[in-house]
Structure formats: C-alpha cells, structure tokens
C-alpha cells in the first residue's frame, strides 16, 4: 500500500466515524452517483425556456386584471422579477404584455403558454423521480403527470402573491436593521413552505411528507441566502453593469442564478433520499463497499426496473465493511459471509428506510437468497 493510499484510507476511516462528516460525504457521493449535475443542467435548460412565456403570461394577465389599479400591478410585477435579483430590473424592462386585440388569439396564446410552462414541472417531476431511485414500473402515467405540473403551477402562483405580500413589509426593513432581520427571517419561513408545496407535488406519492422536511427546510434556507446574497451584489457591485453587458450579460446573468437555484434543490432533494435511506457511512476508498454503498448501488440497479412482472436484483459478493473493519482484518475482504441486496417490486417502499430493500442471504450464488 502507498502513502497516497494510505493518507486517504486514514481520512476515508476518519469522516466513516464521524456522522456529520459520513452524511456530507454521503450527500456528495449520492449526488455524484444520480448523476444530478446533468439534472441540474436539464432543470436549468427547461427553466431558462420557460422563464420568459411565465413572465409574458402573468405581464399579460395582471395587465388585464388590474387594468384600473397600475399600483397594485407595479408590486406584484416589482416582486416577480425580484426573484432574479441581478437580471430583474433588465428582464422588467424586456417583457411586454400580449397585445389584447383579439380575444381569440389571446386566449389561444395564453393556453399555448400554460401547456409550454408545464414542461418545468415535468422535468421536476423526472429528477425526483431519479433522485429517489423509483423504479419506471411505479412512476406516475402521463395524465398524473399533467396534473402534477398543472399543481405545481398553481404554488408558483401561490407563491408569487405571498412573495408579493411580503415583499411590502421589506420595504420598512431598508431602513430599519432589525426590521430587516425580521423580513429575512419571514422570507425564509415563506421559501420553507414554498419549498414544501414544491417538493410534495414533484416528488413520488410513495414518499411521505415527513421525510421530506430536511430538505424542505435547508432548501428554503439556502434560497433567501442566495437572494438576500444577489440583492447585496446588485445594489453595491453591479449597478450599471446592464447598460455596459447588453443582452449577452442579462443572459449570462439569468442562466447563472436559475443554475444555483437548481443545484440547492437537488442538494436538497438528494439529503432527502440519503436520510430516509440512511446512506452513510459510504466508502472514499474502495475496496470495501459499506453497508451504505451496496444499498445505493443496489438502488440504481432496481430502478431500471421497466414492467410490474419484472423482478431486478442486485447482488454482492463479501459482506459490507467499515474501513475501521477492513483495516482490522488486515486489508482483506471478508468472503465468510457473502451478502445479496435485492429489492422485490413488490414490495419496495413497504420496509423500514434503514433495510428497505436489503436482505442478507447465506450464499450470493443462490437465486433464492
């Protein structure tokens, strides 16, 4: 053994012992094995293309709703593009309503808009779907789907007029610190239960509201950080950047906060899944495979399962081991009991997170476990 890997197999056992550390490392390592980069990228593609119609639609509508009351109108447009605190101000002064002289065609172009907007939710649905390893035998049909995303349109909404409803306690907070502190704490409660309202409609119907709290919160969190972060960056480094970048910095700039949004959320989503399934300690160095490791592995194996009547298995030759136990045994795998992971479809979300799916047979050459 060298001294590389000897270094690494000492902090590989350090952070194995260590909770905090094995769940921040698991945390990574889940990502890394979803694959959730490329989701991020995906829920940033879908995100960029559907910010514009959404913007145009709500421009559309308030203008005919309070056609009588442009003060109201000013707040609510004045909080929606707030939510992209370094590209808002541009993006408000871009987006223009639908011209309303004929009926038909604003009708027409509004519905086009909503089924356009609808492709966000489903990429969501999808990337939760992922991140929680459901097998495509279980996931939600197309009809499900549409009115999941249809759901998820309406906490947008929902979510934009309590932003709205805020936003004008925040204007005290300017001048006011701990008026201030207040509206960030509010703001953050706020994100908290849109973040809620969000996860429980994307996310499979097989996972409880309660497990999704974790999550829930630190996604919250860390989202009115971001904004309260942009909104620092915007009104003491960037004022007048717009006027010198053009069109190529409102891109950049919009592309780069829907990017960071998307990854707090699927880091979000991901802690989810590693606390329920309780997917740490993992291994940096392999060479053993932990009991967490064969449990993830053995979930990205039975979610490909495609067919009700199709069974997927996973299995595994020497039973998991700590690098602590390794170590003991002298850098040896243990071959004295071989382990088998497998998750039956049947009955794949009716067990207890910590053994959901795993089971321990005598000998991993036999069928039957």
Do not use: C
Request: aromatic share 10%.
């Amino acid at each position: 053994m060298n001294v590389l890997e000897r270094t690494l197999r000492r902090v590989d056992a350090l952070q194995q012992r260590h909770r905090v550390l094995a769940v921040v490392f698991a945390l990574q390592k889940k990502y890394g094995d979803d694959n959730a980069g490329a989701l991020v990228v995906q829920l940033t593609y879908t995100m960029f293309v559907t910010v514009f119609p959404l913007l145009l639609l709500l421009v559309t509508i308030l203008g005919i709703v309070l056609a009588g009351n442009p003060a109201d109108r000013h707040r609510v447009l004045n909080s929606a593009f707030g939510e992209f605190p370094i590209v808002g101000q541009t993006l408000a002064h871009n987006v223009h309503a639908l011209k309303r002289s004929s009926a038909f065609g604003l009708a027409v172009g509004i519905v086009g808009l909503v089924y356009g907007s609808t492709g966000l939710a489903q990429t969501g649905l999808y990337a939760m779907a992922q991140v929680w390893n459901i097998p495509s035998a279980v996931r939600p049909n197309f009809l499900v789907r549409m009115v999941r995303s249809i759901i998820f349109l309406v906490v947008l909404a929902v979510g934009l007029v309590l932003t709205t409803a805020l936003s004008g306690f925040g204007t005290f907070g300017r001048h006011n610190f701990w008026l201030g502190v207040l509206g960030e704490i509010l703001a953050a409660v706020l994100n908290v239960g849109i973040y809620l309202a969000a996860f429980r409609t994307l996310t499979p119907k097989q996972i409880e509201t309660r497990h999704l709290l974790p999550g829930v919160v630190v996604g919250g969190i860390l989202w009115t950080v971001l904004q309260a972060v942009g909104g620092y960056v915007v009104g003491h480094d960037l004022k007048g950047s717009s006027a010198v970048y053009g069109l190529f910095g409102l891109v950049l700039g919009l592309i780069a906060w829907i990017y960071f949004g998307a990854q707090i959320t699927m880091y979000a989503a991901e802690l989810n899944t590693v606390l329920f399934h309780r997917l740490w300690p993992r291994a940096l160095v392999q060479p053993p495979l932990t009991e967490a490791d064969q449990r993830s592995l053995g979930f990205q194996v039975t979610q490909n399962q495609r067919r009700p009547e199709q069974s997927v298995e996973s299995r595994f030759r020497g039973r998991p081991m700590t690098e602590d136990e390794y170590r003991d045994r002298g850098y040896e795998v243990d071959d004295t009991a071989p382990g088998i992971v497998r998750r039956a479809p049947e009955d794949q979300w009716s067990t207890p997170a910590r053994t959901d799916g795993l089971e321990q047979g005598a000998d991993a050459g036999d069928p039957s476990g």
